[in-house]
């Protein structure tokens, strides 16, 4: 509230109530006539004008201390708390989107591999060339001759990159036992299987697992479905 409001407010309250009492004591003096012969007369009708005016200075005084804290604190707000939060940054990825990735990288990982030993054993051993090649016209002896070429050459290639070693470290066709807690993805039973392991049987495959792998780092920019390329002779 500004400083005008306040002494507008003050003179009017002073006004009706000390002109009231003006009035009460005007009356007074009109019903009795004879109080004006003494000084009561004047007193009743001087006094509360009187009053009333030092009681407006007063007013007035007072308000002009306190109306302008008062305006302050009315017109000045609270300044808010300046937060700084720096430069802009990305929200961090959610938990789908790098468990997504994560699952993405493993999968381009594993086409890599794929292709990169398909292409080795094509490339050492021309095994695709040999898998897809129609054998049916070709007599066993001449079927024996090119298998012996492709045999060498994935030999090496798996020698190159891959460490083997059979899963079971048992000559085959002899006896084996597997216990109850056996790995199914280490040891496929076959034959026939009647209750819970453990097991007695006979060893028809020794299985394979790698040791080591070496395959060579992948230096291209993407994945390629390419296992062997084309070869043109240019005369």
């Known amino acids: 509230m500004k400083n005008g409001n306040f002494h507008r407010n003050i003179l009017v309250s002073s006004l009706l109530c000390f002109g009231s009492l003006t009035g009460l004591a005007g009356a007074a003096i009109y019903f009795d006539p004879t109080l004006m012969n003494n000084w009561i007369g004047p007193a009743i009708l001087g006094a509360p004008p009187a009053i009333g005016l030092i009681f407006y200075l007063i007013a007035r005084s007072w308000t002009k201390e306190v109306a302008p804290s008062l305006d302050t604190e009315k017109a000045v707000e609270p300044e808010k708390e300046e937060i700084t939060t720096g430069p802009e940054t990305a929200p961090p990825p959610s938990k789908v989107t790098v468990d997504d990735d994560f699952n993405h990288q493993i999968i381009l990982a594993s086409e890599i591999a794929i292709v990169q030993t398909l292409g080795l054993l094509q490339r050492e051993g021309r095994l695709i060339d040999f898998l897809q090649e ?8 001449q079927i024996g001759a090119a298998v012996r070429e492709v045999h060498r050459g994935c030999k090496a290639a798996l020698k190159e990159v891959f460490g083997l ?25 076959i034959g026939n299987i ?6 007695k049987g006979t060893l028809r495959h020794c299985g394979w697992k790698f040791t080591e792998v070496h395959l060579p780092e992948w230096t291209a920019k993407e994945k390629t479905d390419v296992l062997a390329p084309a070869e043109v002779e240019i005369s």
């Open 194 to 199: 009647r209750g819970n392991p453990p097991f």
């Open 134 to 141: 129609d054998i049916e016209p070709y007599d066993d002896a």
């Open 165 to 189: 070693s059979p899963v079971l470290k048992a000559a085959e066709g002899s006896q084996v036992e597997i216990e109850e807690d056996f790995d199914p993805t280490r040891i496929k039973l």
